[in-house]
C-alpha cells in the first residue's frame, strides 16, 4: 500500500515562506509523477505543481513564479518551497502519486496565510 505523508504546513504572514514535504513510502521513481494540490473550504481541489519521473516541472499559472517543486531521490520525497505567500493561497496541500491509471494522496496539510 503506497503512503504519502505532508508535512511542513502552518501559518505564515503574508509575502512569507514555507517548505511543505512528502515522504513517499516507495522509490519515487516507481511513478510517472509526483505533485501537488490544494484545496481551499467551498472550492474544488486544485492542482498546483508537480515532476515527473524524467525530473520535468510544471507549474499552475498561480504558483509559478513563486513556488517550486523539488525531490530528494534518496529520501523519497518531494518538496514545494513555497515563496511570496498570499491570503490567497490558504488551502489544505495534498501531495499526489501517480502511475498509469492509479492516483495515490497523502492525508494533506494545512497552509494559512495571515494578511
Known amino acids: 500500500q503506497v503512503q504519502l505523508v505532508e508535512s511542513g504546513g502552518g501559518l505564515v504572514q503574508a509575502v512569507g515562506s514555507l517548505r511543505l514535504s512528502c515522504a513517499v513510502s516507495?522509490?519515487?521513481?516507481?511513478?510517472?509523477?509526483v505533485g501537488w494540490y490544494r484545496q481551499a473550504p467551498g472550492n474544488q481541489r486544485e492542482w498546483v505543481a508537480r515532476i515527473n519521473v524524467g525530473g520535468r516541472t510544471t507549474y499552475s499559472d498561480s504558483a509559478k513564479g513563486r513556488f517550486t517543486i523539488s525531490r530528494d531521490n534518496g529520501l523519497n520525497t518531494v518538496n514545494l518551497q513555497m515563496n511570496g505567500l498570499k491570503s490567497e493561497d490558504t488551502a489544505v496541500y495534498y501531495c499526489?502519486?501517480?502511475?498509469?491509471?492509479?492516483?495515490?494522496w497523502g492525508q494533506g496539510t494545512q497552509v494559512t496565510v495571515s494578511s
Open positions: 499526489n502519486a501517480t502511475i498509469l491509471s492509479h492516483n495515490y
Open positions: 516507495e522509490n519515487i521513481f516507481n511513478f510517472n509523477s
